[in-house]
């Protein structure tokens, strides 16, 4: 069965491929008539919700789809939802994270908590669906360190790690990020919605 991931994301999409193994998964570039989806909630969970419905109707397949996002406590939870577009430009990494270390700059490096938050949902043409979520707990360094990943990870420490998300070899990432421990909670619902009946 063929699941499209509601993301043109590329970085995404190869993350979500080792993490969801076992499936055909395809992006959202398999169907170029399916526009944009607007990200109008104010939650992950509806923004997720929005977009695998989207797709679910649009291409006539089940979809999966993730919000996620950085959460840092100094800044209210902020960027949350509006971490894509933190500096007003969707998917602009590098504007992001340099608004973002501007607005901590002056934080004492022990008030650096933060997390990544990641709500995955499933919908099926029918309008079935089935929602998820997966955290990543950590603190937040002012000087981007590594290559790997994308977003916010240069600057994002784990729990009990030294290394940024960023200096992870992507199988070390995937065992343990929020939206990896997102969609392995998914894959049980996945196969269990869609593996045929006996």
């Known amino acids: 069965m063929k699941i499209v991931l509601a993301t043109r994301n590329p970085g995404k999409i190869v993350e ?10 395809v992006g959202l ?3 170029p008539s399916i526009g944009e989806v607007a990200e109008t909630g104010v939650t992950f969970e509806e923004n997720a919700l929005l977009k695998a419905h989207a797709v679910a109707q649009g291409s006539g397949l089940p979809a999966v789809a ?12 902020m960027p949350g939802v509006f971490s894509a577009r933190w500096s007003g430009r969707h998917g602009d990494d590098q504007a992001n994270l340099d608004l973002l270390l501007a607005q901590v700059s002056d ?12 709500v995955a949902a499933l919908a099926l043409p029918s309008g079935e669906t089935r929602v998820v979520e997966g955290d990543l707990p950590g603190r937040l360094v002012v000087t981007p360190r590594g290559s790997h990943g994308f977003g916010y990870d240069p600057i994002f420490v784990p729990d009990g790690e030294t290394r940024t998300t960023a200096e992870m070899a992507p199988e070390e990432k995937d ?5 990896g421990r997102a969609f392995r909670a998914l894959a049980p619902l996945v196969r269990e919605l869609l593996s045929p009946s006996s």
């Open 16 to 25: 979500l491929r080792r993490i969801l193994s076992g499936f055909d998964i």
């Open 29 to 31: 570039e398999e169907f």
């Open 66 to 77: 993730d919000d996620s996002g950085l959460c840092v406590d100094v800044l209210s939870g």
């Open 107 to 118: 934080v004492p490096a022990d008030r650096l908590t933060a997390h990544f938050a990641c």
């Open 175 to 179: 065992a343990i990020s929020h939206r």
